[in-house]
């Protein structure tokens, strides 16, 4: 689509995916192994045929941008359009801030949008899995004449609190909405997903309306301008949780799952080491599993999904898990009902996820109580060790980090005793999103989230 700019949020710290974040942002986390949560938003862009788009990224920015690169993987690699990535920068007479929320951050790089001939602005958020063709949804905005269409979709009205919910009127025009409300009206709920008139996102854009839910569409539908819904009924989740990002990836090895990946008329496109093709060796048994380019298994994978490079050693056994890139499960272990992030080595005959899911995570008791155990980068988990359910294992613990200690029991902390800039940045992050799940308080800055810290982390491994 040709006059059509988009704009993605990608900037969000994602804190309630514990360790997942601790130093990438959460668009830069890998999902259904292969691929990086804004891979899914970019390749919409694409196969819309949108080939102007602009990425708004802050917290923990390298290993996305490392990611993104020129934009080839997507074919964004262009002299006119194509893709930029936008950082927060400093400026003369204006302070020295992170955004502030959704609309700050378009607001803080209108440059690009002013020196856009698109009369279309697409504002979407980077954190989220779905498969959507932006073309109705722009046909609909002009047909309409609106000034803002937002994406719609009913959800479970427990889970509403969570976003902006809103009443449709005739035509589908917006005639309530209530921005994360205690007790919703309604399960139809927005998805974070805009398209605006170029003139009508300028004249609503102020200084002092830092969110497009909180602030910008109340300021629209106060002031008589033309605000609509899109109904949209294709596949969409919020991998914001841990329950969640694990659900997600389990519900791809479903017969028939709700995303399909395999549609050659809708491609998801990444970045993509070469790599040498999986090998399943004779005393290997994989029952309904992803298993991704790189992977060598000789041991049992049942109901899991592995990112390139992982080993799976013989007799190891690997169970509703999901296991990130260049993770080593070795001889006799057995890992149940996981998520290891990356580079992490599993030693001999460990146990990983084991007993009744009784008691949630000690430190994390808000995100780690769904039986999960979740293991950071570069972990090392020694031989013989017994570690129960929603236990946090962080990243770079070492083996001596254990001591003498061979049962880790449900809910509990290992930590990287000889932290040193990486991690005590980590440890930053931990206390801060301690504190988070502490006081209730809500998401931030990327279609949900906004971002609070940098942690340092080597881009080329996040």
């Not at 080993?311 to 080593?328: E, Q």
Request: charged share 25%; with cysteine.
């Amino acid at each position: 689509m040709k006059r059509v700019l988009a704009v993605i949020l990608a900037g969000g710290e994602g804190e309630r995916l514990s360790l997942l974040s601790a130093v990438r942002a959460k668009p830069a986390v890998p999902f259904a192994g292969k691929y990086r949560i804004i891979d899914f938003t970019l390749s919409n862009c694409v196969n819309s045929d949108i080939d102007n788009v602009v990425v708004l990224t802050q917290y923990n920015p390298r290993s996305l941008n490392d990611h993104l690169g020129a934009g080839r993987p997507w074919d964004l690699d262009r002299t006119t359009g194509g893709i930029r990535t936008m950082q927060p920068y400093i400026a003369r007479n204006r302070p020295t801030e992170w955004y502030r929320g959704t609309a700050d951050a378009v607001m803080q790089n209108l440059e690009p949008l002013l020196q856009s001939r698109a009369e279309i602005i697409l504002v979407l958020a980077g954190d989220h899995i779905y498969k959507m063709d932006y073309q109705p949804f722009v046909q609909a905005h002009r047909r309409r004449r609106a000034d803002v269409t937002i994406a719609v979709k009913r959800v479970p009205l427990g889970d509403a609190h969570r976003f902006g919910v809103l009443a449709l009127g005739d035509n589908d025009e917006v005639t309530d909405w209530q921005e994360k409300p205690r007790q919703p009206k309604s399960d139809l709920a927005s998805l974070g997903i805009y398209v605006f008139s170029r003139k009508s996102l300028l004249k609503w854009l102020r200084e002092d309306r830092i969110d497009f839910g909180r602030h910008v569409v109340p300021a629209m539908l106060a002031g008589d301008a033309r605000v609509f819904g899109y109904r949209f009924e294709g596949y969409w989740q919020d991998v914001g949780t841990v329950e969640g990002y694990w659900q997600a990836n389990m519900e791809l090895l479903d017969d028939h799952p709700s995303l399909d990946l395999y549609d050659r008329e809708w491609v998801v496109h990444t970045r993509s080491e070469e790599r040498a093709p999986a090998r399943i060796g004779p005393t290997a048994n994989v029952h309904r599993s992803l298993v991704s380019h790189g992977c060598q298994i000789a041991g049992t994978v049942e109901r899991s999904v592995l990112s390139p490079g992982v080993r799976i050693d013989p007799g190891a056994v690997v169970r509703d898990s999901v296991i990130m890139f260049d993770t080593v499960v070795r001889a006799g272990a057995v890992v149940d009902h996981a998520i290891i992030d990356k580079e992490v080595s599993i030693g001999p005959n460990a146990v990983v996820g084991m007993g009744a899911n009784d008691k949630p995570n000690e430190l994390e008791p808000e995100r780690l109580y769904a039986g999960i155990t979740l293991i950071g980068k570069r972990a090392q988990i020694p031989a013989n060790v017994r570690i129960g359910r929603n236990v946090r294992i962080d990243e770079d613990v070492r083996v001596a980090d254990f001591r003498s200690v061979r049962s880790v029991p449900t809910g509990a902390t290992v930590q990287h005793r000889g932290a040193g800039a990486e991690g005590a940045a980590a440890a930053q992050h931990r206390k801060r999103s301690t504190a988070t799940a502490a006081n209730g308080s809500g998401q931030a800055a990327s279609g949900s989230d906004r971002a609070a810290s940098a942690a340092a982390s080597d881009p080329s491994r996040a």
